[in-house]
C-alpha cells in the first residue's frame, strides 16, 4: 500500500516548525501594540504623563510585557485612599478592562497565524 503526499505533509510540518517562533514574535508584536492602543483609550488624561507612559517590553520571542513606569500608575489603575485617608477613589482597572478585549481576539489571532504556517 502506498500513501501519497506524505512528503509534502512532512515538509508543510518542518516550514511550520521553522516559521513558527518567527511568526509568533510578529503576532505578539502587533497585540501588545493593540494592547497599548486600548489601554491608552482608556487611560484618564490629567496631564498625559499617565496616558504616553504605556510601553512594551520584549522579554523574549515568545513573551512580551506591557507597562507604565509613571510612580502613580498603580493608584489610577486599582484605586487608592485620599491623603486624609477617609475616602476611597475607585481604580479605572485601565489595564485589566484592554486586556479582557485583547484576550476575545487572541484565539482569532493565533487561528490565523496557524494557518498561515500551514499553507
Same mark, same amino acid.
Given at each position: 500500500?502506498?500513501?501519497?503526499?506524505?512528503?509534502? %505533509?512532512? =515538509?508543510?510540518?518542518?516550514?511550520?516548525?521553522?516559521? *513558527?517562533?518567527?511568526?509568533?514574535? =510578529?503576532?505578539?508584536?502587533?497585540?501588545?501594540?493593540?494592547?497599548?492602543?486600548? /489601554?491608552?483609550?482608556?487611560?484618564?488624561?490629567?496631564?498625559?504623563?499617565?496616558?504616553?507612559?504605556?510601553?512594551?517590553?520584549?522579554?523574549?520571542?515568545?513573551?512580551?510585557? /506591557? %507597562?507604565?513606569?509613571?510612580?502613580?500608575?498603580?493608584?489610577?489603575?486599582?484605586?487608592?485612599?485620599?491623603?486624609?485617608?477617609?475616602? *476611597? /477613589?475607585?481604580?479605572?482597572?485601565?489595564?485589566? =478592562?484592554? /486586556?479582557?478585549?485583547?484576550?476575545?481576539?487572541?484565539?482569532?489571532? *493565533?487561528?490565523?497565524?496557524?494557518?498561515?504556517? *500551514?499553507?
Amino acid at each position: 500500500m502506498e500513501i501519497q503526499g506524505l512528503d509534502e %505533509f512532512a =515538509k508543510t510540518l518542518d516550514n511550520a516548525s521553522n516559521n *513558527f517562533e518567527k511568526e509568533a514574535n =510578529k503576532k505578539l508584536d502587533i497585540i501588545a501594540s493593540k494592547l497599548i492602543a486600548k /489601554v491608552k483609550l482608556k487611560t484618564p488624561v490629567d496631564s498625559g504623563l499617565l496616558r504616553r507612559s504605556w510601553q512594551p517590553k520584549k522579554i523574549n520571542n515568545l513573551e512580551r510585557l /506591557v %507597562f507604565n513606569n509613571v510612580k502613580y500608575a498603580s493608584h489610577v489603575n486599582y484605586g487608592h485612599r485620599t491623603r486624609g485617608g477617609k475616602s *476611597f /477613589v475607585d481604580g479605572v482597572y485601565m489595564l485589566e =478592562k484592554s /486586556v479582557k478585549e485583547i484576550e476575545s481576539e487572541l484565539d482569532k489571532e *493565533f487561528s490565523i497565524m496557524i494557518d498561515n504556517l *500551514f499553507k
